[in-house]
Each structure stands twice: as structure tokens, then as C-alpha cells.
């Protein structure tokens, strides 16, 4: 499976952004699908998961609350909606894909898109 994420861009402290990640294939609704970020100078972590149906998801604890993943699997597509963002949210968002396992580790995701930058400004 290909990943393309967008939808990141520039946002006051306060304000919301949706993330989009359209993904190639047919297989797609057979995909565990997660969220990464990785802020400068730091190491990457999770932020969201989903499973393949789209009835279980899991969140890091600095955004539960405030951040909501979805997915259609009709079109492909999995979504981060983030409400409430604050400076500490600036970072380049990577979606990614795996069919094992319903994983908070990056290491367990074979597919990864090429990441989207979302920037909150004080």
C-alpha cells in the first residue's frame, strides 16, 4: 500500500486541523493504520491508532481529548481530526500502515506516508 498524508499547514494555538491520508490498493480496510509525529529535534512517537474496521482506536496521552482519528474505508482514507492544538503539536505528521498488529510502535508499520508539517504558533 502507497500513503500520501496532507492536509498540515500553519495554526494558531486554539485552532483545529484535519489530517488526510489517501492510500493506494484495494486491500486498504485489511490495514491496521497509525499516526506518527516527529517534532524537531526529537525522536518520533505516536500520536493514534485504528484498527482495520475503524471501531477500536488508541491515543498518546499528550492528545487524548483533543485529537480524533477516523477512518472510510470506502475511500481510503484515514483521518486525524486535532481540536485544541497547542505549540507542543508542532510537528511533521507521518501516517503509516500494517497488517499484523494494532500497534503503538513505529517499528511495527511496514508503510509510511511522506509526513505533512503542522505548525502551532503561539
Same mark, same amino acid.
Given at each position: 500500500?502507497?500513503?500520501?498524508?496532507? +492536509? *498540515? +499547514?500553519?495554526?494558531?494555538? +486554539? *485552532?483545529?486541523?484535519?489530517?488526510? /491520508?489517501?492510500?493506494?490498493?484495494r486491500t486498504f480496510s485489511s490495514y491496521f493504520?497509525?499516526?506518527?509525529?516527529?517534532? !524537531?529535534?526529537?525522536?518520533?512517537?505516536?500520536?493514534?491508532?485504528?484498527?482495520?474496521? *475503524?471501531?477500536?482506536?488508541g491515543y498518546a496521552d499528550s492528545v487524548k +481529548?483533543?485529537?480524533?482519528?477516523?477512518?472510510?474505508?470506502?475511500?481510503?482514507?484515514?483521518?486525524?481530526?486535532?481540536?485544541?492544538?497547542? !505549540?507542543?503539536?508542532?510537528?511533521?505528521?507521518? /501516517?503509516?500502515?500494517?497488517?499484523?498488529?494494532?500497534?503503538?510502535?513505529?517499528?511495527?508499520?511496514?508503510?509510511? *506516508?511522506?509526513?505533512?508539517?503542522?505548525?502551532?504558533?503561539?
Open positions: 500500500v502507497q500513503l500520501q498524508a496532507y +492536509g *498540515g +499547514g500553519l495554526v494558531q494555538a +486554539g *485552532g483545529s486541523l484535519r489530517l488526510f /491520508c489517501a492510500a493506494s490498493g493504520m497509525g499516526w506518527f509525529r516527529q517534532a !524537531p529535534g526529537k525522536e518520533r512517537e505516536f500520536v493514534a491508532r485504528i484498527n482495520w474496521s *475503524g471501531d477500536s482506536t +481529548g483533543r485529537f480524533t482519528i477516523s477512518r472510510d474505508n470506502a475511500k481510503n482514507t484515514v483521518y486525524l481530526q486535532m481540536n485544541s492544538l497547542k !505549540p507542543e503539536d508542532t510537528a511533521v505528521y507521518y /501516517c503509516a500502515a500494517n497488517r499484523g498488529r494494532y500497534s503503538i510502535y513505529g517499528g511495527d508499520y511496514a508503510y509510511w *506516508g511522506q509526513g505533512t508539517l503542522v505548525t502551532v504558533s503561539s
